[in-house]
């Protein structure tokens, strides 16, 4: 089955930090563009990160810029983002998406709430 699988969410303090993990199965990422893509209540869905296939070109929104890091792992098939410094607002659903040519995944995303 292929699938993506995130992690790493959670209940953190304004100010702390979280790394959320995208775990591929049943196909390999090496060859995948990643991005991350976060939702939070009644707001659309908005992209936060993205690196290519071979990691060499990254880019941030301008709101988690100096912030977040996005990276991946081929020989853990998995993808990360870390967080850090998190504010209210990154309070969202976060997904993982992996996507080459015509082939397109999702994971079921991950719940972060920055709450004090």
């Known amino acids: 089955q292929l699938q993506l699988v995130e992690s790493g969410g959670g209940l953190v303090q304004p100010g702390g930090s979280l790394r959320l993990s995208c775990v591929a199965s049943?196909?390999?990422?090496?060859?995948?563009?990643i991005a991350w893509f976060r939702q939070a209540p009644g707001k659309e869905r908005e992209g936060v990160s993205c690196i290519s296939s071979s990691g060499d070109s990254i880019n941030y929104a301008d709101s988690v810029k100096g912030r977040f890091t996005i990276s991946k792992d081929n020989a853990k098939n998995t993808a990360y983002l870390q967080m850090n410094s998190l504010k209210p607002e990154d309070t969202a659903v976060y997904y993982c998406?992996?996507?080459?040519?015509?082939?397109?995944?999702w994971g079921q995303g991950t719940q972060v709430t920055v709450s004090s």
């Open positions: 049943g196909f390999t990422l090496d060859n995948y563009a």
């Open positions: 998406n992996a996507r080459r040519g015509a082939f397109d995944y």
